[in-house]
């Protein structure tokens, strides 16, 4: 089965500080690709996803951007934070043709102050 | 274009007592359904899935769903529930025929506390 990492596990940050959250999957080769943020009582928004290596979707219009470089590997950036990025941070994958069977990470935790 | 509907946010029961928590969604497509869970501080877990075939379903731990089309349910139950059992858990739906998981649609989630 996959298994995915995520780092750093906790992050504070100030307004106007750029960001770098990356991810990991591992036992399983060209995978799909999510970043999802999660808001209490609220479930989870997708923000990004990706099919393969350097091919992006966004889902929502903000502030943060996703790239693949490698094809096990996704980052969520961004420039400059907004007191509004704060929350919990999600990756997962899925296999192609697997639709729905996603994997977690354990998750990011995001404050900016 | 789907949408998911926990009515509860938070389900409270006694240890040994037997739970339901509640999801429907609305489609105007085939969809496929799901539950997830989790834990305190940790990503999120498949707990169960309906793609086709038998409405009834179950998951190692003990819980399981039924698909009800007419009603467009897909309610999570327990018979007899583990303090191990809280956390949050979040119904999730997609349509079918998509090869990747970017239209899945999660719910608000429930949050499951078990009194000892």
């Known amino acids: 089965s996959q298994t995915i990492h995520q780092w750093p596990a906790t992050l504070v940050q100030p307004v106007g500080s750029p960001l770098s959250l990356e991810c990991t999957v591992e036992?399983?080769?060209?995978?799909?690709l999510y970043w999802y943020r999660q808001a209490a009582g609220r479930g989870l928004q997708l923000l990004f996803y990706?099919?393969?290596?350097?091919?992006i979707s966004s889902e929502v219009p903000q502030n943060l951007s996703a790239s693949r470089p490698q094809d096990r590997q996704f980052i969520l950036s961004s420039k400059k934070l907004l007191l509004s990025d704060s929350g919990f941070y999600l990756c997962?994958?899925?296999?192609?043709?697997?639709?729905?069977?996603?994997?977690f990470g354990e998750g990011s935790r995001l404050t900016v102050l | 274009a789907q949408s998911v509907t926990q009515l509860d946010s938070q389900v409270p029961v006694f240890e040994e007592a037997p739970v339901e928590l509640r999801c429907n969604y609305s489609?105007?497509?085939?969809?496929?359904l799901f539950w997830y869970v989790q834990y305190p501080n940790q990503g999120l877990q498949l707990l169960l899935k309906?793609?086709?075939?038998?409405?009834l379903v179950e998951s190692i731990n003990g819980f399981e769903a039924e698909f009800n089309k007419s009603q467009t349910s897909f309610h999570l139950r327990k018979p007899s529930v583990h303090i191990s059992d809280t956390a949050e858990y979040f119904c999730?739906?997609?349509?079918?025929?998509?090869?990747?998981?970017?239209?899945?649609?999660f719910g608000s989630g429930t949050r499951l506390s078990i009194r000892p």
């Open positions: 990706s099919v393969g290596i350097g091919q």
């Open positions: 997962a994958s899925s296999l192609a043709g697997q639709t729905g069977e996603l994997f």
């Open positions: 309906y793609l086709s075939g038998s409405t």
């Open positions: 489609s105007s497509v085939s969809v496929y």
């Open positions: 999730a739906v997609t349509p079918t025929g998509y090869s990747s998981a970017s239209k899945i649609i």
């Open positions: 036992g399983t080769s060209n995978p799909n």
